[in-house]
C-alpha cells in the first residue's frame, strides 16, 4: 500500500492511513531505534541510566529497584535528591537563568513571563513562607488553585521543602475538597480569592473556607481530631481576581505578605528517593476517591524520559503547551515535573478556548510560537465541531509536533487534528497512561514510529505491557482482551494514601502479580495497541463483544457528526443494545433542511455504521443532542447517559462541567426515539 491509501482491511473505520515521520523529523529526534533494543537488553541498567542522566542526585543511589516488598516498588532506594532543585536551580547554575520558564496567558489577556532565576527566587521565598508556617518535611499541603503561575510554584514550593502536595482541581467542590483535606491530614491549604472563567471571576475561597470551617474549628492542634474532618492550620490565599472574600484572621493569610517577608534564598531539603512527592485523588469504580500517591526519583526519571523522548523536546528552541489543568496527572507530569525537570520554557492559560472567541487557543500558539501542543481529544472534537475556518485564521507554522491524552482518540479526530492543526505535516503522539502510571506508557516514538490514527501504538522502551485474555495469557495480534503491565516501572503508583489493602485489591488481584489497568485493548495485524476504552464501557450486545469507542468511532467518521458518545442500555432481547448520542457539525446544522431532521439523520448513521462495523453495532437509538455531559476535566460520563437511555432517574450530576445538559439530553427523549 502506498502513503496515503486508506486500507480498507485493516480497521473497520477506514484508518489504516500511515504516517512515515519525515526524513527531517528522524534526522533531529531525540528517540533513537536502539532505544528499544537498550531496554530490552537490560531493562533495570537503562533506567538506572535514564535516572542519572535525566536528574542530578545528592547522592547516587546504588540499587535500582527492590520488588521485594511487591506490589510496592522501590526506585533508586538509597539515592537522595530534591525535586523542586531538578526542575529549577539546577537550570539556573547551568546558565539557563535567563531562559523562560513560564509564558503566563491569564484569560483576561494580562500576562506573565517568568524565566528559571525569577522562578528560582519565588518558589524559595514561597519554600520559607511555608516553613514560617510550620509546614516539615512530610507533612501534607493541599493547593486549590487556579490555572495561574503561583499554582507551579505552590508545587515546587511544597517539593523543596519535602512536603507532599495534594492539588485539588479548582473546579471541585467544598465537599470534594474537604474529603481530600481530611484524607490526606493536610496542614496548609494554598488557595486564591478566585479565578477567571469563561470572561468572569469565579470565586474558590468560599469553598476553602466552607471545607476548612469556623475558626475556632481550625486553629489549634494538629491531630487529626477536629470533628469538620479537617486538620488544616492555616490558608495561604493569593490575590489574583481582587473580589471580595470573608477573612479569619489568624487562620488565612495573603500570599503576597508572606512571600513578601520571606528571603529569596532557601536550601532544597534532600530527600530519599522514596520520599512521596504528592497525593492526587482520582475515581474509581466505588464513591470513594482514591488519594493516588507517588514518589520522587522514579517519577521524576520517568517524566523527564517521556518529556525528552515522546514530545522530541529541545529546551533550547522549542515553547511546550499542555492545556491540561494542574489539578490533573498530566498537568502534574507534563506542566510541572516533566518539562521544568528538562529545562523547557511552556506556556499556561488560565481559561478556557472559548474565551474570548473560539480561536483563543490558536491565537495562543501563534502569539508563543508553541512548537509541540499536548491535549485531549474532547477538545479536539470540540474545535472540529466548531470548523476549521477558526484555527485556519491564525498562522499555526511553529507546530512541529502534536500530542493526545486521556481518552482513545478516534481516526477521523486524529487525521482532523494533524491536517488543520499540524498542517498536514506534524507527528501526532496519542500517548496511553493514567493517574496511576505517572507517566506516560504506551505512544509512538515520533522520529521512528509511522503514526497511525487511533493507536498508541507501542509500549515505550523500558515498559513492560501486554493485551491478556481473561487468564491472563498475552492474545494473538488480531484480538482484545485486557491491558495489563507486566513489570514495575519507575513512575509507577506506590499505593493508595492510608489504603494499602485497596492498593492490592484494585491493581493487582484481578490478575495476580500482574498490574490490572481497566482498560480494554486489542493488538492489531501488526501487534500495535488499541485502546478500547474502559472495561466496563464495554458491551455486550446478543454475546457480541462491542467497545463503546470503535462504535462512537464509527459515527464521527461520518462527515456529518462532530462527537458522539455511545452506551450500552440494558435490553430484554439482547442483553444490551447501543444507544448513540451524536452533536452534528455546525455547517451540518445549517443545513438541517437539505439533510433533514430526527429520523433521517438517525438512518443514514445507522446505516453508515452497519456500513463500517457491522450490524450488530447498529445503535438502536440514536439522539441528536447539542451537548454532551462532561466532568470538568473533559470525560463524558456515559454513567448518566445509561440513566437517559434506560430511562431511569439521572443520577448524580455535580461532577459535570454545566449540569443544565443533562436536562437538555432528557428533553431530547421525549420525542419519539427514531427507529
Ligand atoms: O481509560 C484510559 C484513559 O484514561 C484513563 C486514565 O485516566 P486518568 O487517570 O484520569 O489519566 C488521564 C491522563 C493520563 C485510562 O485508564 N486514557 C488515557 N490516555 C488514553 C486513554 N485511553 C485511550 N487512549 C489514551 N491515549
Request: proline content about 6%.
Amino acid at each position: 500500500m502506498t502513503h496515503g491509501e486508506p486500507n480498507p482491511l485493516e480497521s473497520p473505520v477506514g484508518a489504516g492511513r500511515r504516517f512515515p515521520p519525515s526524513a527531517e523529523f528522524t534526522a533531529q529526534a531525540n528517540a533513537h531505534p536502539e532505544l528499544q533494543a537498550w531496554a530490552a537488553a537490560d531493562r533495570l541498567g537503562f533506567w538506572a541510566d535514564q535516572a542519572r542522566q535525566l536528574l542530578s542526585w545528592g547522592t547516587d543511589f546504588t540499587e535500582v529497584l527492590d520488588w521485594s516488598a511487591a506490589p510496592v516498588a522501590h526506585w533508586f532506594g538509597d539515592g537522595r535528591l530534591n525535586a523542586c532543585y531538578n526542575a529549577v536551580d539546577r537550570h539556573v547554575e547551568a546558565g539557563h537563568g535567563d531562559r523562560v520558564a513560564l509564558h503566563f496567558e491569564g484569560e483576561p489577556g494580562d500576562t506573565r513571563t517568568i524565566t528559571y532565576a525569577e522562578l528560582q527566587r519565588e518558589v524559595s521565598r514561597a519554600a520559607n513562607a511555608l516553613v514560617a508556617l510550620g509546614v516539615q518535611t512530610g507533612d501534607r499541603v493541599a493547593i486549590y488553585l487556579p490555572m495561574i503561575p503561583e499554582a507551579v510554584i505552590a508545587m515546587l514550593a511544597c517539593a523543596r521543602i519535602g512536603a507532599v502536595h495534594s492539588v485539588v482541581f479548582g473546579g471541585f467542590s467544598a465537599e470534594a475538597l474537604r474529603t481530600r483535606i481530611a484524607d490526606a491530614q493536610a496542614v496548609l491549604v494554598i488557595t486564591a480569592d478566585g479565578g477567571f472563567r469563561r470572561g468572569s471571576a469565579t470565586a474558590l475561597k468560599p469553598a476553602v473556607d466552607e471545607a476548612v470551617g469556623s475558626p475556632a474549628g481550625a486553629v489549634g492542634p494538629v491531630d487529626g481530631a477536629d470533628h469538620r474532618g479537617t486538620t488544616a492550620r492555616n490558608v495561604l490565599v493569593v490575590r489574583r481576581t481582587g473580589q471580595d472574600i470573608a477573612w479569619t484572621p489568624g487562620r488565612d493569610v495573603w500570599w503576597h505578605e508572606a512571600l513578601e517577608a520571606a528571603s529569596d534564598v532557601h536550601e532544597p531539603v534532600l530527600v530519599g528517593s522514596e520520599h512521596p512527592l504528592f497525593i492526587l485523588y482520582t475515581s474509581g469504580t466505588t464513591g470513594k476517591p482514591k488519594g493516588i500517591f507517588h514518589t520522587t526519583g522514579g517519577y521524576l526519571t520517568q517524566c523527564a524520559y517521556t518529556h525528552l523522548n515522546v514530545f522530541d523536546l529541545k529546551a533550547e528552541t522549542d515553547v511546550f503547551w499542555c492545556t491540561a489543568d494542574v489539578g490533573w496527572v498530566t498537568g502534574h507530569s507534563y506542566v510541572v515535573y516533566g518539562p521544568l525537570v528538562n529545562g523547557a520554557t511552556q506556556v499556561i492559560y488560565e481559561g478556557t478556548p472559548d474565551t474570548p472567541t473560539k480561536g483563543r487557543w490558536w491565537d495562543i500558539v501563534s502569539k508563543y510560537g508553541v512548537t509541540i501542543l499536548y491535549t485531549a481529544p474532547t477538545a479536539i472534537r470540540t474545535c472540529m465541531k466548531w470548523g476549521e475556518d477558526i484555527p485556519g485564521g491564525y498562522d499555526l507554522s511553529s507546530l512541529r509536533l502534536l500530542g493526545s491524552v486521556g481518552e482513545p482518540i478516534n481516526p477521523e479526530a486524529w487525521t482532523w487534528y494533524r491536517r488543520v492543526i499540524g498542517g498536514d505535516r506534524t507527528p501526532v503522539v496519542d500517548t496511553w497512561w493514567q493517574t496511576e502510571t505517572g507517566a506516560i506508557m504506551i505512544s509512538p516514538l515520533p522520529g521512528i514510529s509511522s503514526g497511525k490514527p487511533g493507536s498508541a501504538q507501542t509500549p515505550l522502551p523500558g515498559i513492560a505491557a501486554d493485551v491478556v485474555d481473561e487468564e491472563a495469557h498475552p492474545v494473538a495480534n488480531g484480538s482484545g482482551g485486557y491491558l495489563v503491565l507486566t513489570e514495575p516501572w519507575p513512575a509507577m503508583l506506590r499505593g493508595i494514601w492510608g489504603d494499602p489493602q485497596r492498593y492490592a485489591d484494585t491493581y493487582w488481584s484481578r490478575f495476580p502479580g500482574i498490574y490490572f489497568a481497566g482498560d480494554g485493548a486489542k493488538k492489531d495485524a501488526d501487534g500495535d495497541i488499541w485502546l478500547l476504552g474502559r472495561v466496563d464501557d464495554v458491551m455486550n450486545v446478543s454475546g457480541h463483544r462491542l467497545s463503546t469507542t470503535e462504535i462512537e468511532s464509527a459515527l464521527v467518521s461520518h462527515p456529518m457528526v462532530a462527537e458522539a458518545a455511545v452506551v450500552g442500555a440494558s435490553d430484554e432481547t439482547t442483553g444490551q443494545a447501543v444507544v448513540a448520542f451524536v452533536i452534528l457539525r455546525a455547517e451540518y446544522l445549517d443545513r438541517a433542511d437539505e439533510i433533514g431532521e430526527g429520523a433521517d439523520v438517525a438512518a443514514t448513521l445507522r446505516a453508515h455504521v452497519t456500513k463500517e462495523i457491522g450490524p450488530i453495532a447498529k445503535p438502536r437509538t440514536i439522539l441528536v443532542v447539542n451537548e454532551l455531559p462532561k466532568t470538568r476535566s473533559g470525560k463524558i460520563m456515559r454513567r448518566l447517559l445509561r440513566d437517559v437511555a434506560e430511562h431511569r432517574t439521572v443520577g448524580d450530576v455535580t461532577t459535570l462541567a454545566d449540569s443544565s445538559v443533562m436536562d437538555l439530553i432528557s428533553e431530547g427523549l421525549h420525542t419519539p426515539p427514531p427507529t
